[in-house]
């Protein structure tokens, strides 16, 4: 990679916002002081008649209508620039697939790996494939200047630069149900011997990763707001849930259940029915065959 050639998504953003905000403050301020200056100047009391008799200027009028074209070219030019950057991915860029659904995201690479966060290494590009499994979403990334739609049925895709390491918040930029809010996650940013490392840890648990049960869970949405590791999400943690007593209310009514293989089944499929104390009630309903939901059931039995 060539970081002299390399333009970021930030850098093709930030001047083109900055230099329109500059154009756009000197034409309020300037507008607003002329109009201040001619109705004090020209205020009725102070010029009761007409002096002028002049019906025209021709190097006004050629002045005012040049300039604002120019201007408007100006904006063009920087805009097109800025977003031909956005699109024109460079080569070396490293490819993650984002799924959105109701509502959660979920990334996939190309060595097989699933995470509900975007996990990148820093000072490399990312192309980011956008996929909707149900309705339009948008992939929205403040600290990267991104924000493309993710359409059902159409192919788009967004990329940027993590120019140093940290935490950025991803979100759902358009309405997509009751939930929406709900739909956030980040960009991990991590070093390169970092990220590497957590690749390799992440395709090591594969094996686990490759029960029908997990794959179900990936599949449908649910380890964007449940974890496995024990991590506070939308959703409470799938780690350990097996036995586990849960506070949950049903009917309006608090009460003490264990996490049973019933227990689990009506979750799943009345998800309303018992409302896990402390969580939102934002889990939508999901119609499996039996044996799916047996194959969910073994797995969560598992995590300990």
């Given at each position: 990679?060539?970081?002299?050639?390399?333009m970021t998504t930030t850098e093709a953003i930030d001047p083109v916002f900055m230099f329109i905000f500059g154009a756009c403050?000197?034409?309020?301020?300037?507008?607003?002081?002329?109009?201040?200056?001619?109705?004090?100047?020209?205020?009725?009391?102070?010029?009761?008649?007409?002096?002028?008799?002049?019906?025209?200027?021709?190097?006004?009028?050629?002045?005012?209508?040049?300039?604002?074209?120019?201007?408007?070219?100006?904006?063009?030019?920087?805009?097109?620039?800025?977003?031909?950057?956005?699109?024109?991915?460079?080569?070396?860029?490293?490819?993650?697939?984002?799924?959105?659904?109701?509502?959660?995201?979920?990334?996939?690479?190309?060595?097989?790996?699933?995470?509900?966060?975007?996990?990148?290494?820093?000072?490399?590009?990312?192309?980011?494939?956008?996929?909707?499994?149900?309705?339009?979403?948008?992939?929205?990334?403040?600290?990267?200047?991104?924000?493309?739609?993710?359409?059902?049925?159409?192919?788009?895709?967004?990329?940027?630069?993590?120019s140093k390491a940290g935490s950025y918040d991803l979100f759902c930029s358009q309405y997509c149900g009751t939930s929406h809010?709900?739909?956030?996650?980040?960009?991990?940013?991590?070093?390169?011997?970092?990220f590497a490392a957590w690749m390799e840890h992440e395709k090591s648990g594969e094996e686990q990763k490759e029960h029908p049960?997990?794959?179900?869970?990936?599949?449908?949405?649910?380890?964007?707001?449940?974890?496995?590791?024990?991590?506070?999400?939308?959703?409470?943690?799938?780690?350990?849930?097996?036995?586990?007593?849960?506070?949950?209310?049903?009917?309006?009514?608090?009460?003490?259940?264990?996490?049973?293989?019933?227990?689990?089944?009506?979750?799943?499929?009345?998800?309303?029915?018992?409302?896990?104390?402390?969580?939102?009630?934002?889990?939508?309903?999901?119609?499996?065959?039996?044996?799916?939901?047996?194959?969910?059931?073994?797995?969560?039995?598992?995590?300990?």
């Open positions: 990679m060539n970081p002299a050639r390399l403050l000197v034409l309020l301020i300037g507008i607003t002081a002329a109009m201040l200056y001619f109705v004090v100047r020209y205020h009725r009391s102070k010029a009761p008649e007409a002096t002028s008799k002049a019906e025209g200027n021709l190097w006004l009028e050629i002045i005012w209508t040049v300039l604002p074209t120019m201007l408007v070219l100006a904006m063009f030019y920087y805009g097109w620039s800025g977003y031909l950057t956005l699109r024109n991915v460079p080569e070396e860029a490293m490819e993650v697939t984002a799924t959105a659904r109701m509502w959660s995201w979920s990334f996939s690479y190309a060595n097989g790996v699933t995470s509900p966060k975007l996990y990148v290494p820093v000072g490399r590009p990312v192309r980011v494939n956008l996929v909707s499994q149900d309705v339009i979403h948008g992939f929205f990334l403040p600290a990267f200047r991104v924000k493309r739609d993710v359409v059902p049925g159409m192919k788009n895709h967004a990329w940027f630069v993590a809010s709900a739909m956030i996650s980040t960009v991990e940013a991590l070093p390169e011997a970092e049960g997990h794959e179900l869970l990936e599949k449908h949405g649910c380890l964007g707001c449940h974890s496995e590791d024990g991590s506070a999400r939308v959703g409470p943690t799938l780690k350990g849930i097996w036995g586990r007593s849960v506070t949950v209310e049903t009917n309006g009514a608090g009460r003490v259940v264990i996490a049973d293989e019933a227990y689990l089944r009506r979750s799943i499929l009345e998800p309303g029915a018992d409302l896990v104390k402390g969580f939102p009630p934002i889990m939508p309903p999901f119609t499996l065959k039996d044996d799916e939901l047996r194959a969910i059931v073994q797995y969560l039995r598992g995590l300990k």
